[in-house]
């Protein structure tokens, strides 16, 4: 996210001092406004917003702290600074009092105010930002334990009320990681057996020679090594819900049995003659594609047809971008407890970052990322650098570098903001490499003056 240039307010009665402060803040990049007086610099606040005013507490007409009142009823968020050639104890308090961020006097050292401009808008970002998020979660949507509110989210919560308390299997299908048994949780902790077991069985995990015992069960003396009867999961999970994750992986013997089960209600451990009657709702989930498997003969078609009554396809993490943010932040707050520190946000340049970068690996990868993350950082902020994306950064890079771009695409819709802003971080970088960090000669290198090269850095994120 691109950030915009910081706009400020000079109001001051002398002209020399209007003049010499605007010189020096645009040449720190800032977007200057002047005004002479103070119902002037009113009237100019009651039609425009500024990040920060810097205010002369006397004027020609009116009292700084007239106009600070002013400022501060139209506009809270703005900061003021106050500054006088005539400074005192009790007008420094009554400024603080009526929400001025500081008071410095005149004659000020130049270093000392570009200082303190600087820092009161760093803070006044990090809380513009940290109201973003807290806004953004606020509205994201907790289904149970899924985070998210994107559009494709909304649909399957949808589904879930209508399925949940039915006796209807349903099949999550979705690229590992997506989240799948979240989605099973729901559905079991929005059914009328959610005070009854949730019992897991992955499919995959468990070797084709013990599959039959773990789910079955087995009596004593059914094999060697069978000292005692011993309950297989479908039996633990009878009156409650069983989900099967990985199905896809189940052999063509074991899907034989499955279909019995699901079929009768009812199976015989290994080494009993005698059915076992269960009553449990199943829920199943796959990243394979099963109508696929059923024709080259992996998946038997009259199993797939009987646990895909209600198929829910859950979306990959790069088609729900923006449920990102609300994602991270919650990988962010839950590994920050478990570490005891206080990782409060994730700046908003590495949430852009972490947008560019498809995750293969979805919601798990994310997660990973973060614990990571949060283990290695040593700031209470995780930034570009700290969400250890720097493989994922340059990637990117050289995917810009190494473009090739075809006009045709045009004709199909393209973002050429997008496009222009990715070509123009790309050289900043690059020009930052090249002259080993120095922003003078960065900015050389690329032809523009040290003011634009920075300003532009700040506007894309780059340190």
């Keep these: 996210m691109a950030e915009q240039q910081k706009t400020i307010l000079v109001v001051d009665d002398e002209l020399s ?17 002047t005004a002479e007086a103070g119902r002037q610099a009113n009237t100019i606040l009651e039609k425009q917003f500024f990040d920060l005013v ?26 003021v600074i106050m500054i ?13 009092n009526e929400g001025a961020y500081d008071y410095l006097p005149k004659p000020f050292d130049n270093d000392e105010l570009k200082d303190t401009i600087a820092k009161a808008l760093q803070l006044k970002t990090l809380k513009d930002e940290k109201a973003q ?12 334990r899924i985070v998210g509110n994107s559009p494709r989210l909304q649909h399957i919560y949808e589904v879930i009320r209508q399925v949940a308390r039915t006796r209807t299997n349903v099949l999550i299908t979705g690229e590992s990681g997506t989240g799948k048994e979240l989605i099973a949780r729901a559905i079991h902790d929005q059914s009328e057996r959610c005070d009854k077991p949730f019992v897991v069985i992955n499919c995959g995990s468990i070797p084709e020679t013990l599959i039959e ?6 009596k004593k003396g059914a094999f060697t090594g069978a000292t005692q009867d011993k309950k297989g999961l479908f039996e633990a999970a009878d009156t409650g819900t069983l989900f099967l994750d990985e199905i896809g992986e189940l052999n063509l013997q074991m899907q034989v049995r499955l279909l019995r089960v699901l079929q009768e209600r009812g199976f015989k451990p290994v080494g009993s003659n005698t059915d076992v009657s269960v009553d449990i709702r199943v829920l199943a989930a796959t990243n394979k594609n099963l109508e696929e498997e059923v024709i080259d003969g992996r998946f038997r078609e009259d199993l797939f047809y009987r646990i895909n009554v209600v198929e829910i396809k859950v979306p990959p993490l ?32 590495a949430v852009d970052l972490l947008k560019k970068y498809d995750f293969p690996g979805n919601i798990r990868e994310l997660e990973n990322l973060i614990e990571r993350s ?35 695409e045009v004709a199909k819709g393209v973002s050429l903001d997008n496009i222009l802003e990715e070509i123009e971080k790309a050289y900043l970088e690059k020009a930052l490499e090249c002259s080993n960090g120095s922003k003078n000669k960065a900015a050389d290198l690329l032809g523009i003056s040290f003011r634009s ?8 994120g780059i340190d």
């Design 318 to 349: 790069r088609e729900r971008k923006s449920d990102l943010r609300a994602l991270a932040q919650h990988f962010l707050e839950k590994y920050s407890r478990e570490a005891g520190k206080e990782i409060t946000k994730i700046s908003s340049y």
């Design 54 to 79: 810097l205010l002369d507490i006397r004027l020609g007409d009116i009292s700084g702290l007239d106009v600070l009142r002013k400022a501060k009823s139209l506009h809270p968020k703005t900061i």
């Design 213 to 218: 015992s773990e789910l079955f069960g087995y």
């Design 84 to 96: 006088s050639a005539y400074a005192t104890a009790e007008n420094a308090v009554e400024a603080m």
């Design 374 to 408: 949060v283990a290695l950082s040593s700031t209470n902020i995780l930034l570009p650098d700290s969400l250890a994306l720097s493989i994922h950064k340059r990637r990117w890079i050289e995917g810009i570098k190494n473009r090739r771009f075809d006009l045709d």
């Design 133 to 144: 998020i807290d806004s953004e979660l606020k509205e994201s949507l907790h289904y149970g």
């Design 17 to 33: 001092m209007r003049e010499y402060l605007e010189l020096m803040l645009e040449r720190e990049g800032y977007a200057v406004t």
């Design 453 to 460: 090269f920075r300003y532009r850095c700040s506007k894309l």
